[in-house]
């Protein structure tokens, strides 16, 4: 098998895909010779098949990566680092169009939400390129006898595990901060969306970046993931998903050398409607903060809760908003919404829609499947919903969201954090008092008002 092929999209015509392990600066085969497949979410169909890494590639790209820390890499000064990032940021820039299209290719989004993604990506390694050299000690006055100061170093060798939700962002938000500081990096995309991660490396190398820093590397989290984060070698591990898996890997952190862990996990996030917001602003950012990506998002506002005063009248007003949702081809001009990622996906989301349903609550819109090929999904809205229920409870990571009244603002706060996850959540209202006492009390790290 090659190391690339010529692929097509709507949007950007023909491009070179890779489809290696991009490892010490190259593209290479998997040592097993193993390859996968990768889906279209829009067609259920196979685009391509990429290289497959096992802990035998692991142990190779990790290897590599240690010896530029320990080499080249060490030397280079941070104001080098800088241009290297502004680099690959401009070069992102460069190819926006490409790997825009890859994005929605490989994991359904829509092309023009894919051009945001990019262009944040772009943006956030911009940023990094401009923090590399203003990463500061501190001389500590202790007493006349002795000098004291701290200097900041680099860690090492960081793995990095990324999921399929937001791939070329989470790739940049990974690589970005990590490259600044002066480490080195083998980073790991989801197995659903290794495309736009390996077509990133190709401008990696293309940047200049010296061999090794860099390593891109496709495979399956139960064995390249799970590689990574045991590997004794491996400095520190970020990754971005599930909660399951968050506790895998930092029970393989424990085991293996106890190396730093830094864990982005789950959400089930509400969005809290007062009586005196304004209906159609908060309908347009509850529509957008459920429905956007697809519902696969971690901070997504899931739980909606709407104050007594104004619920009928909003259920009303939020249906409508919601069933203009363009749900389509993710290259189609008007579409908001395109497929769920993979079969594994649409099923479960349609197991929650099913449990839902069984559980007595009403569906308002939606709840069915959208169309007769791709993993679509229809916009769903539940409504007599109870606290207890598994679609109150559980992240769903689809276009499914629940509805709720409440009476007072203590009950709006007590609903509000009635969950055991604390990502995110919102507020609406009008009221200055009310958005810092509601803020305040939630048990977020992110309140939006």
């Not at 060798?157 to 939700?165: L, M, S, T």
């Not at 903060?289 to 909003?314: P, T």
Request: with cysteine.
């Amino acid at each position: 098998m090659s190391l690339s092929v010529i692929l097509e999209t709507p949007a950007s015509g023909k491009y070179e895909q890779p489809t290696g392990l991009f490892i010490n600066g190259e593209f290479v085969k998997g040592v097993e010779g193993k390859t996968f497949e990768t889906i279209n979410p829009a067609t259920e169909k196979p685009i391509v098949a990429v290289h497959e890494a096992t802990e035998k590639d692991v142990d190779i790209a990790v290897a590599a990566a240690r010896k530029a820390f320990e080499g080249e890499w060490r030397t280079v000064t941070p104001e080098q680092r800088g241009k290297y990032l502004v680099k690959l940021s401009e070069l992102f820039e460069q190819h926006a169009s490409t790997l825009a299209a890859i994005e929605s290719l490989d994991n359904g989004k829509a092309f023009s939400m894919a051009n945001v993604d990019v262009s944040m990506a772009a943006g956030c390694l911009r940023y990094y390129g401009g923090w590399a050299d203003k990463v500061e000690g501190k001389v500590i006055d202790t007493n006349a006898e002795t000098f004291n100061y701290t200097k900041q170093e680099p860690i090492g060798v960081c793995g990095q595990i990324i999921p399929w939700n937001f791939p070329i962002l989470m790739w940049a938000w990974k690589i970005g901060p990590a490259f600044a500081t002066g480490n080195t990096i083998v980073i790991k995309s989801a197995e659903q969306t290794p495309l736009s991660a390996l077509y990133a490396a190709s401008l990696v190398k293309e940047a200049g970046i010296p061999p090794g820093v860099i390593n891109v590397i496709s495979g399956f989290g139960k064995t390249a993931g799970a590689a990574i984060s045991a590997h004794m070698d491996v400095d520190k591990v970020a990754f971005t998903g599930s909660t399951v898996i968050g506790r895998q890997i930092m029970k393989a952190a424990a085991g293996s050398n106890l190396k730093k862990v830094t864990l982005e996990l789950g959400g089930k996030s509400p969005n809290i409607v007062f009586d005196d917001a304004n209906i159609d602003n908060a309908i347009s950012w509850v529509n957008f903060g459920i429905f956007f990506n697809h519902g696969q998002c971690c901070c997504a506002g899931s739980r909606i809760y709407v104050q007594e005063g104004i619920y009928d009248k909003f259920i009303e007003a939020f249906k409508a908003r919601a069933q203009k949702n363009v749900v389509g081809d993710p290259f189609g001009k008007e579409t908001f919404q395109g497929p769920q990622v993979s079969q594994l996906q649409y099923d479960r989301i349609m197991g929650y829609i099913d449990a839902g349903k069984k559980a007595g609550a009403k569906v308002e819109i939606g709840g069915e499947r959208h169309g007769k090929e791709g993993y679509f999904i229809q916009p769903t809205i539940f409504s007599n919903v109870s606290e207890d229920m598994k679609i109150m409870q559980e992240e769903i990571f689809g276009p499914v969201c629940s509805i709720a009244k409440f009476k007072t603002i203590e009950d709006g706060i007590r609903v509000g954090n009635s969950t055991t996850y604390g990502l995110a959540s919102a507020v609406h209202t009008t009221n200055l008092n009310t958005a810092i006492r509601v803020s305040n009390a939630l048990r977020a790290g992110t309140v939006w008002v």
